[in-house]
T-cell receptor, first 113, second 111 residues
Framework: DAGVIQSPRHEVTEMGQEVTLRCKPISGHNSLFWYRQTMMRGLELLIYFNNNVPIDDSGMPEDRFSAKMPNASFSTLKIQPSEPRDSAVYFC???????????FGEGSRLTVL | GDSVTQMEGPVTLSEEAFLTINCTYTATGYPSLFWYVQYPGEGLQLLLKATKADDKGSNKGFEATYRKETTSFHLEKGSVQVSDSAVYFCALIQGAQKLVFGQGTRLTINP
């Protein structure tokens, strides 16, 4: 398996633009997590899904952020409109329910100017 | 709710030194415990895990023992290398719930 695949790896955009981050989890994993990592706040859980259903979105900063998982092999995290304080590395991870282990993608580094 | 507290970093050691990074947790029930490592520019990857009390997880010379009586899962390595420089995260999970991470400890090993 290729692991968790995220795109884009790097995104530079201007304030006010819409940003869409994409994630393909490992086949057979039925939990998917979106994390944000910054120097100031460390690793923050934004939202997670079990069987494509959002379970806990309490970490989503505000209404500008939204996440979807239309099927078991794809998820998006959207920021509209983006702001400079959204600059961070966004990680997607999927979980093997048998072992509990979380597998992370390589992250999408977002810079909002 | 469940939580994980890690030793504050950054930690700087010389090569071949002994390493301990402390981790304690608060949880109801019997969580599984993990150590994840993040190398520069990469995502987190599992280093080791333990699923029940007194289990010892080990990998790449690192070890951690699940101590229920002290609610701890300290990471240890007898002789660190420059290549061990990374950020280390302690984490726990219960059932189908979300993984709860500590704040991370940055480790730098000098030659």
């Amino acid at each position: 398996d290729a692991g968790v695949i995220q795109s884009p790896r790097h995104e530079v955009t201007e304030m006010g633009q819409e940003v869409t981050l994409r994630c393909k989890p490992i086949s057979g994993h039925n939990s998917l997590f979106w994390y944000r990592q910054t120097m100031m706040r460390g690793l923050e859980l934004l939202i997670y899904f079990n069987n494509n259903v959002p379970i806990d979105d309490s970490g989503m900063p505000e209404d500008r952020f939204s996440a979807k998982m239309p099927n078991a092999s794809f998820s998006t995290l959207k920021i509209q409109p983006s702001e400079p304080r959204d600059s961070a590395v966004y990680f997607c991870a999927s979980r093997d329910l048998n072992t509990g282990e979380l597998f992370f993608g390589e992250g999408s580094r977002l810079t909002v100017l | 709710g469940d939580s994980v507290t890690q030793m504050e970093g950054p930690v700087t050691l010389s090569e071949e030194a002994f390493l301990t990074i402390n981790c304690t947790y608060t949880a109801t029930g019997y969580p599984s415990l993990f150590w994840y490592v993040q190398y520069p520019g990469e995502g987190l990857q599992l280093l080791l895990k333990a699923t029940k009390a007194d289990d010892k997880g080990s990998n790449k010379g690192f070890e951690a023992t699940y101590r229920k009586e002290t609610t701890s899962f300290h990471l240890e390595k007898g002789s660190v290398q420059v290549s061990d420089s990374a950020v280390y995260f302690c984490a726990l999970i219960q059932g189908a719930q979300k993984l709860v991470f500590g704040q991370g400890t940055r480790l730098t090993i000098n030659p």
